[in-house]
């Protein structure tokens, strides 16, 4: 018996229907740049290509992954809002942001206060450095020392009236905030003087050591993503009303920034994203409005 055309045609129409949401689900999507915070890398309004396997499949209304793997740092990404208004709407009903990983799980990245990304040394909290202070004090620093169970074979030498003593920044800091600046701490190198933090990009399984520097940032990361009642009192802390001073995460994170300085829409403002929110890496401009753009490579 011979088909109708108009049959034919609705046929034809359904399956290619079928096959660009099946691909769309499953294989590529696409993306509209939302905002001007890539630039000159993308342009708003133009559309990419998205690649949903680059990290591994993430299986609809589900926080699983066939095949997972971790983004690299550089990798342009198209995930979905880490801190929306509304927390109850779901991952994947969120808006869709752009931006360039600057961090991947278990990197340390030296942030000013700001959370801008700088350019100084990475170094570890507990490294040791030189401070002096008037050596009058060294009977109000003595018993503050034993509180906060610091050795006192630091004290290593005498200058010019005062103590040199040898402490870690994490130390120095503890020191500062128990003797509420009667004591002047002073680096006896100028390139010990903080102006910027490691912070550890953190890693599933992988634990992290709180600090006052990134306190805060990690107890919002534990209240939205990791399930966990947590606060910050006094630069401590609490997960689940108890004090903690280690965390272990259950999920890995990265720290995304974006390619235009001005634009502040990436990490320093919805914090760490972690990998269930990613949907993929972009790979191509399908549509753009200026000239040579067309199924350019994005990098």
Not at 54 to 82: H, M, Q
Request: positive net charge.
């Amino acid at each position: 018996m011979k088909r109708h055309p108009v049959v034919i045609v609705l046929r034809t129409f359904v399956l290619v229907v079928f096959v660009v949401l099946l691909c769309k689900t499953f294989v590529v999507t696409s993306c509209t740049i939302p905002s001007t915070g890539m630039e000159n890398g993308l342009y708003k309004g133009e559309r990419v290509l998205v690649n949903k396997w680059s990290y591994g499949l993430r299986l609809p209304f589900s926080t699983k992954r066939w095949c997972a793997r971790e983004a690299k740092s550089g990798d342009v990404i198209v995930f979905n809002n880490p801190n929306p208004r509304d927390n109850t709407i779901s991952i994947y009903n969120r808006d869709v942001f752009v931006s360039r990983c600057k961090g991947a799980p278990g990197d340390t990245l030296m942030l000013n206060d700001g959370l801008t990304i700088t350019n100084d040394e990475v170094f570890s909290p507990d490294t040791k450095s030189f401070y002096l202070y008037p050596l009058e004090e060294e009977k109000e620093l003595l018993p503050v020392l034993n509180k906060l169970g610091i050795n006192e074979q630091t004290l290593v030498g005498y200058q010019d009236g005062n103590y040199i003593r040898n402490l870690s920044h994490y130390e120095c800091y503890l020191i500062r905030q128990e003797l509420k600046g009667k004591i002047n701490l002073t680096p006896l190198y100028k390139e010990d003087t903080l102006e910027s933090h490691p912070f550890v990009i953190p890693k599933k399984g992988f634990t992290v050591k709180v600090y006052p520097w990134n306190v805060k940032l990690l107890c919002n990361t534990i209240s939205r993503h990791e399930g966990k009642r947590a606060s910050v009192r006094n630069d401590m802390l609490y997960v689940d009303g108890y004090p903690i001073s280690f965390y272990t995460f259950t999920k890995d994170y990265y720290w995304m920034t974006s390619d235009n300085p001005v634009n502040i829409s990436d990490s320093r403002l919805f914090g760490l994203v972690p990998d269930t929110h990613l949907i993929g890496k972009v790979g191509r401009v399908w549509f753009s409005t200026r000239g040579g753009r067309l199924f350019k490579s994005v990098r």
